[in-house]
């Protein structure tokens, strides 16, 4: 991953125009700078990012929809997307990829995969072989960047009335920063 990638939130002033005073910069604020928490009584917004047990949020109750999947991709979750929006009421999508993801050559780890499922699930070597076969396309992703890129791009024109914005959670720091889309 380049330094180019993603544009770093080091200060509140680092926040697009765009993102301020929205539900987008208002996450960063309170992510990355201990804004203090304000009482919410729906969501503002919609987060999706990757179940990885390194990743954190640091939100108020009640402030977003969460959806957790494998690489932040949503695509078998449109649905709930839909529904944050259609009933929810939000009008933002944070899509937050980070470094250092699993998803990100998924094919190398299939020994391990199947491994794991034999060991730890009682499952036949056969049946966990053809269940990753199965699924590892659907979720292998190349770069962790160009994925989310693509996802925004993907979920705006689904759903053009809603702002997405492409986020990047550094696993070392535990910060978030928005993906550099002109460098794309």
């Not at 544009?7 to 201990?34: D, V, W």
């Not at 259609?86 to 009008?91: F, I, K, L, N």
């Amino acid at each position: 991953m380049a330094k180019d990638d993603f544009i770093k939130m080091s200060t509140p002033k680092a926040i697009p125009a765009c993102y301020q005073q929205t539900p987008i910069g208002e996450l960063i604020l309170y992510h990355n700078f201990r804004k203090r928490f304000q009482v919410y009584q729906q969501a503002q917004l919609l987060i999706g990012m990757c179940m990885d047990y390194r990743k954190q949020l640091r939100i108020p109750g009640n402030f977003a929809f969460i959806i957790r999947a494998g690489g932040a991709n949503l695509r078998m979750s449109e649905f709930k997307v839909s529904y944050a929006i259609g009933v929810g009421g939000v009008s933002h999508i944070a899509l937050i990829g980070h470094n250092h993801c699993g998803m990100v050559n998924i094919a190398s780890r299939k020994q391990w995969f199947i491994d794991g499922l034999v060991e730890r699930a009682g499952w036949k070597p056969e049946a966990a072989r053809a269940h990753f076969d199965e699924f590892v396309q659907m979720f292998e992703i190349e770069n962790e960047v160009q994925f989310i890129l693509s996802e925004v791009k993907r979920l705006r024109k689904r759903y053009p009335k809603v702002t997405v914005a492409p986020m990047l959670y550094t696993v070392e720091d535990n910060k978030l920063h928005l993906l550099n889309e002109a460098a794309a």
